[in-house]
């Protein structure tokens, strides 16, 4: 089992922002340089990541890193499983900045160091379930959704929230596809009381270190109780909103993805079982078939939240 | 085309798939055919499948286009077209479902595509039995009725592919285009 080693930080640890900014500068600068990469502007040289460790997941066997970061749905950087990392330099994540909007008490843009300074990482074991059928053991490193949106104040109005990717054609591929019929962006969303689950985590890192661009830098939405596809990727806006959000698989395919989209053995994609997953990677003659659970295993956590709701009507 | 070159193409794809196959089971590079080797052989030879079939198709255009008369390596494409399909099934039985039948026979009766798809092999079956000389011979005129059931199958195979779409549509538009096109060659243009 990897543990990474932890730190936990102090009063003490937090460096001055005038020193932090310099640092910054001088790292973006010389490193960007040096290896002709764009790197997010809070990444440190080695992008070795600080945090400490939660009880998530301890008892679930990793899946090794290369398998995590080479094989992964971004239809943005190409619709191959391995796409995303082959073309992952097209994403560009220097400067990044999220807009917040719709009802809360501090809405506007903010650049991504400014909305993470406020909180210590920490690492999260978390099973991802595909819609696909194929999941992942991994070790996220980032913060709650709940700690994050509160610093934005949702007001009373706010009964779900609305993320939104980056809109980039002239630099991701994916989205210059004209074989594709996805309306980009990429949006997905959250009641208000799934966002502010324990569960629901806001990843920056993964194996102790930043986010590769093919797992959805700078930031990504983990939600391991419903499909993949809710764990919004590479997120540029965060919206509260009074009604439930128009979601890209959704409009797609209606009756193949729905809003909530809970991992639920009982009800079947219209083109395949749900009732079991084959866990990564997989062997030529070892398909590594694995049970799915109700909520991914996450029943006793989330599945209050579900109490009154059919959920084979609203899957 | 020398029968050299035709065996070398019909072999290409099992060349390609014995050096992944060398590549993950010896050489230990585990991710060579993605992190879901069984998902990546279904879509290869699914997708070869889909081309020795379209390469059958291309025989009598390309004659009657006064091009080459390439009617002799018909049989062997057909053959290797069946052959791949086949291996198609076998990955998928295999590779993803465990070889678990309660899951094959849901799949039959709750998945269109993969419905269409059975039948399309279902369809080449007897083609692939009768593709001798000596069927030929004892079937006369019938023979040549049995065969037209290669159109019937070309249809299920556009549907399987275009029922399989969820956003990216190429491959069913490529192929779909490409048989429109060698169909239109076939029966339209000015016979040879």
Known sequence: MLIKSSTLLTEADVTPEAVYRQRRRFMQGAVGAALGLS????ATQSSALTYTQTQYGQQDTLTPEDVVTSYNNFYELGTGKND???NASELKTANWSIEVAGHAEKTGVFHLEDILKQNPLEERIYRLRCVEAWSMVIPWVGLSLASMLKQFAPTSKA??????TLHDPKH????????????????????MDEAMNELSFMATGLYGKALPNQNGAPIRLVVPWKYGFKSIKSIVKIEFVESEPETTWNKLAPHEYGFYANVNPTVDHPRWSQASERRLPTGLFNIRKVPT?????????VAYLYKHMDLAKYY | MPNVFLWFVIALPAILLGYGFFKIQIAGDLLYWTAEPGKYLVHFTGQWAIGFLLMTFAITPMRKIGWVNWVVYRRRLGLAAFAYAV???ACYAVMMLGLDLNILVDDFAKRPYIFAGML???GMLPMAVTSTKGWQRRL???WKVLHKLMYVVVVLVVVHLWWQVRQDFALALMVTLTALLLGLLRFKSKAA
């Open chain 1, 159 to 164: 009964k779900y929230v609305k993320f939104t």
């Open chain 2, 87 to 89: 291996l198609h099934l």
């Open chain 1, 172 to 191: 991701l591929s994916g989205q210059r596809n004209a074989f594709s019929t996805i309306d980009w962006p990429y949006v997905e969303g959250l009641r």
């Open chain 1, 293 to 301: 659970q109700m909520f991914n295993g996450y029943g006793e956590q």
């Open chain 1, 84 to 86: 995303p990392v082959k």
């Open chain 2, 140 to 142: 006369k005129r019938k």
């Open chain 1, 39 to 42: 790197m997010p502007a809070w």
């Open chain 2, 120 to 122: 399309a092999l279902a």
